[in-house]
T-cell receptor, first 112, second 116 residues
Framework: KQEVTQIPAALSVPEGENLVLNCSFT??????LQWFRQDPGKGLTSLLL?????REQTSGRLNASLDKSSGRSTLYIAASQPGDSATYLC???????????FGQGTTLQVKP | GAGVSQSPRYKVAKRGQDVALRCDPI?????LFWYQQALGQGPEFLTY????????KSGLPSDRFFAERPEGSVSTLKIQRTQQEDSAVYLC??????????????FGPGTRLTVL
């Protein structure tokens, strides 16, 4: 059974720091991995989607990497800003289940 | 353009009541998903529609949960005889095509259900 774990559960950093969020998954048979952002009381916004054949994707200050063989992904946020404060969710499209499996999220607070 | 909308945004029900949650996907989107998100957890898959066909309902937790999308656009998630463990945020998402492996999903704001 595919399981997705995100560490840490919560993170607080001062504005301007570069930071890394971690995601691990137990079954390497995935089609893609996505990173989402969730603001309080709101739905999820897709940030980056990495196909299983890709190693990384970049969008602005965000960079996501994927190492399928080791079952890991990282989301790198450069020069963090208070507006980056949100919960970040990692999800894999699992080949065995044919559906998106989410981690529990990392709640990020960027202090001004 | 308009995103995915859900109504009501908040619902309080007494234990044993039936509830109906509505999802309006992005116009023209083929695929529609329902997820359940408990407090402090990631969303968990409930069911998936391609147009009006419910292709996967393996995530529905019990036979008290029922979803439909009769005309291939608006979808309703119905929960009968609500229980306290049904309290959660129910998220709806849509994607433009049936090629699920490459399309991202667009999420609505969710309906927060509280069962007293």
């Amino acid at each position: 059974k595919q399981e997705v774990t995100q560490i840490p559960a919560a993170l607080s950093v001062p504005e301007g720091e570069n930071l890394v969020l971690n995601c691990s998954f137990t079954d390497s048979a995935i089609y893609n991995l996505q990173w989402f952002r969730q603001d309080p009381g709101k739905g999820l916004t897709s940030l980056l989607l990495i196909q299983s054949s890709q190693r990384e994707q970049t969008s602005g200050r965000l960079n996501a990497s994927l190492d399928k063989s080791s079952g890991r992904s990282t989301l790198y946020i450069a020069a963090s800003q208070p507006g980056d404060s949100a919960t970040y969710l990692c999800a894999v499209w699992s080949g065995n289940t044919g559906k998106l499996i989410f981690g529990q999220g990392t709640t990020l607070q960027v202090k001004p | 353009g308009a995103g995915v909308s859900q109504s009501p945004r908040y619902k309080v029900a007494k234990r044993g009541q039936d509830v109906a949650l509505r999802c309006d996907p992005i116009s023209g989107h083929v695929s529609l998903f329902w997820y359940q998100q408990a407090l402090g957890q990631g969303p968990e898959f409930l069911t998936y529609f391609q147009n009006e066909a419910q292709l996967d309902k393996s995530g529905l937790p019990s036979d008290r949960f029922f979803a439909e999308r009769p005309e291939g656009s608006v979808s309703t998630l119905k929960i009968q005889r609500t229980q306290q463990e049904d309290s959660a945020v129910y998220l709806c998402a849509s994607s433009p095509r049936s090629s699920l492996l490459t399309d991202t999903q667009y999420f609505g704001p969710g309906t927060r259900l509280t069962v007293l």
